[in-house]
């Protein structure tokens, strides 16, 4: 429900720059807005389990409190990243950098532990149940298959890549006057993925969730529609 909001202002930073701050104003009230009832109340409303009113929401966000209501959206990374510090579990030594190949073996029956990827590995470290319901986020990603090194190894690799990325399509978008709305739109969904990817720090799901974005991506530089180069 965020993206789209972040789309928002990301169009016109592209163009020309800058952001009104206007536009900023209203996405952020939006999106702190989002994180604040999304779960709360506007998930939970579709659920049968669940018989929340609006006041029964704003108690509830009275208790805990604005700040905390926002950050508990995200501190499962955080958690994540202190419980496996504070525990004795064992590093997965960068299995999870190419253990996303197999995740297709599940449709074929192949149920052996292995092949999970690290939201099962860190969902059982944090509740004790080998479920993929707590993605580990970026830091944890790499904390937890390579320590401090892989923090830093995976680091300076996500920023060159984005930089290189950027580089092409800002150029492509700047200078070109055939397919500009296909390059553009195709940049947007980047921006969109590496944004999740941050956040979501699993592999297996980052693919297999925007599986369908990749093909298509792949295909327009295969069969031709779209050439990429950073000079």
């Known amino acids: 429900m965020i993206t789209p909001f972040l789309v928002f202002l990301f169009i016109p930073l592209i163009q020309g720059g800058k952001v009104s701050l206007p536009s900023l ?19 939970n409303m579709f659920s049968s389990e669940f018989n929340l009113s ?23 990374q955080y958690c994540s990243l202190l419980m496996f510090i504070d525990s004795d579990f064992p590093y997965r030594y960068g ?14 029956k192949i149920n052996e532990t292995w092949v999970d990827s690290i939201s099962y590995y860190n969902t059982y470290m944090l509740l004790g149940d080998w479920d993929s319901t707590i993605p580990p986020g970026f830091l944890g990603l790499a904390y937890i298959n390579l320590g401090i090194v892989g923090i830093v190894a995976q680091s300076y690799v996500w ?3 984005i930089r290189i990325l950027d580089d092409i399509f800002t150029r492509k978008i700047k200078s070109s006057s055939t397919n500009l709305a296909l390059i553009f739109t195709l940049y947007i969904v980047m921006f969109d993925l590496m944004w999740y990817a941050l956040q979501n720090g699993d592999p297996a799901i980052i693919v297999q969730s925007n599986l369908p974005l990749i093909v298509l991506f792949a295909y327009f530089l295969l069969s031709k529609k779209i050439f990429l180069h950073r000079g």
């Open 159 to 161: 920023g060159r890549v």
């Open 25 to 43: 104003i209203l996405v952020t009230g939006v999106v702190i807005a989002i994180i604040v009832l999304g779960k709360t109340y506007l998930f």
């Open 95 to 108: 299995t999870d950098y190419f253990l996303w190949l197999f995740k297709p073996l599940k449709l074929l």
């Open 54 to 76: 609006f006041s029964d929401v704003y108690n509830m966000q009275k208790e805990n409190g604005l700040f905390a209501s926002v950050f508990k959206e995200f501190e499962h």
